[in-house]
């Protein structure tokens, strides 16, 4: 079974500063998808961002990025010029693609995100 | 813009008691899932469903049970409701166009709370 590792509980950042967190996964598959998801204290899961395995190219969302290691089944997010309102806890999450599955995600535990005015 | 609508918000039971929650979307998006999230917890998959009347088990499926009668609603029916499933519930639809992965757009959830 595909598993989803965020090896930071917590992490805390500087208003204006970057931070970057840490996501992990093992798949022998080569068609996947990654996200990363982030629920503020309201519960809503909100999505931030999402990266196709066939692209290169790392995905970018505004203040969002991703730094995608294909080989190293790596995915970290990166915000930059962090904002209040992007305290939260951000889930990373993995599906495969296929034409006749589910679309199953598989979450990792979570990183709590605290922004330090 | 209604998107994914759960009800209720909370609900308090008792051991033993049953109970459905709600889950409905107006997207028209072919597949919808149940998730429950424990305390310090990422999502747990439910149950899952790829299309009105089919429905499939994901990770942690006992104690419940799901239809899928129409594309836009997928009821979650607890049983016989044990401490053991108190915890934050979940439903998120998608739509899929071929092999593609797309994100899951997720209702409000449910905190549900067993006595």
């Known amino acids: 079974a595909q598993t989803v590792t965020q090896s930071q509980p917590e992490m805390s950042v500087q208003e204006a500063e970057t931070v970057t967190l840490s996501c992990t996964y093992d798949t022998s598959e080569s068609d996947y998808y990654l996200f990363w998801y982030k629920q503020p204290p309201s519960r809503q899961m909100i999505l931030v961002i999402r990266?196709?395995?066939?692209?290169?190219q790392n995905a970018t969302e505004n203040r969002f990025s991703v730094n995608f290691q294909k080989a190293a089944k790596s995915f970290s997010l990166k915000i930059s010029d962090s904002q209040l309102g992007d305290a939260a806890m951000y889930f990373c999450?993995?599906?495969?693609?296929?034409?006749?599955?589910?679309?199953?995600?598989?979450f990792g535990t979570g990183t709590r995100l605290t922004i330090i005015p | 813009n209604a998107g994914v609508t759960q009800t209720p918000k909370f609900r308090i039971l008792k051991i033993g008691q049953s109970m459905t929650l709600q889950c409905t979307q107006d997207m028209n998006h072919n597949y919808m899932y149940w998730y429950r999230q424990d305390p310090g917890m990422g999502l747990k998959l439910i149950y899952y469903?790829?299309?009105?009347?089919?429905?499939d088990k994901g990770e942690v499926p006992n104690g419940y049970n799901v239809s899928r009668s129409t594309t836009e609603d997928f009821p979650l029916r607890l049983e016989l409701a044990a401490p053991s499933q108190t915890s934050v519930y979940f439903c998120?639809?998608?739509?899929?166009?071929?092999?593609?992965?797309?994100?899951?757009?997720f209702g409000d959830g449910t905190r549900l709370s067993i006595l």
């Open positions: 999450a993995y599906g495969e693609g296929s034409n006749f599955g589910n679309e199953k995600l598989t």
């Open positions: 998120a639809s998608s739509y899929k166009p071929g092999h593609t992965v797309q994100p899951q757009h």
């Open positions: 990266q196709e395995a066939y692209k290169q």
């Open positions: 469903s790829v299309g009105a009347g089919i429905t």
